[in-house]
T-cell receptor, first 114, second 113 residues
Framework: AQSVSQHNHHVILSEAASLELGCNYS??????LFWYVQYPGQHLQLLLK??????LVKGIKGFEAEFIKSKFSFNLRKPSVQWSDTAEYFC????????????FGKGTRLSVIA | NAGVTQTPKFQVLKTGQSMTLQCAQD?????MSWYRQDPGMGLRLIHY???????DQGEVPNGYNVSRSTTEDFPLRLLSAAPSQTSVYFC????????????FGPGTRLTVL
């Protein structure tokens, strides 16, 4: 079965620091990859997604992620975080074709301090 | 568009009670799903549906039932609530294509005493 691993449970950064959140998946086939964000008290929103083409994808709010097929990874990055980026971040995967459900990682809580 | 709506926002149940969490979407999406979110566990899939009349189990289906009689609605039924079902429940929908964005509802916070 597919699984998604997010290695960092809680990350604390100062404003303007750079961010990288790890995501690895275990599936040998072709997959679609997503990052979602959940701001405090809100529902999940899509940050970015990858399903083909350029492995470096750009999303909203200055976030980007790079798909490295050989490493089964899809790490999320932002060059300079802001206090408003404080949230929980979820990586998710589904199969490239068919009507398969999204499988989520356990999430990484990001706290940005002034 | 209202997007994905869920009712109620909050609910407290006693052990053994049953209830239905409502989910509706107005985007004509074929695919709908239910997740539960627990601290440190991320989102776990309960049930999903690829269209009206078709449902399937996810990772944690025990204790829950679903049906999909219309494209718009996908209710989740708790048959006999247990404290282990205390959680935040999210409904989500997407169009039929697997690469499409999945949209989430605002969630229902359920406490079972």
């Amino acid at each position: 079965a597919q699984s998604v691993s997010q290695h960092n449970h809680h990350v604390i950064l100062s404003e303007a620091a750079s961010l990288e959140l790890g995501c690895n998946y275990s599936y040998g086939g072709t997959v679609n990859l997503f990052w979602y964000v959940q701001y405090p008290g809100q529902h999940l929103q899509l940050l970015l997604k990858y399903f083909s083409g350029d492995p470096l994808v750009k999303g909203i709010k200055g976030f980007e992620a790079e798909f490295i097929k050989s490493k089964f990874s899809f790490n999320l990055r932002k060059p300079s975080v802001q206090w408003s980026d404080t949230a929980e971040y979820f990586c998710a995967v589904n199969l490239y074709s068919g009507n398969t459900p999204l499988v989520f990682g356990k999430g990484t809580r990001l706290s940005v301090i002034a | 568009n209202a997007g994905v709506t869920q009712t109620p926002k909050f609910q407290v149940l006693k052990t053994g009670q049953s209830m239905t969490l409502q989910c509706a979407q107005d985007m004509n999406h074929e695919y709908m799903s239910w997740y539960r979110q627990d601290p440190g566990m991320g989102l776990r899939l309960i049930h999903y549906s690829v269209g009206a009349g078709i449902t399937d189990q996810g990772e944690v289906p025990n204790g829950y039932n679903v049906s999909r009689s219309t494209t718009e609605d996908f209710p989740l039924r708790l048959l006999s609530a247990a404290p282990s079902q205390t959680s935040v429940y999210f409904c989500a929908s997407r169009a039929g294509v697997v690469t499409d964005t999945q949209y989430f509802g605002p969630g229902t916070r359920l406490t079972v005493l």
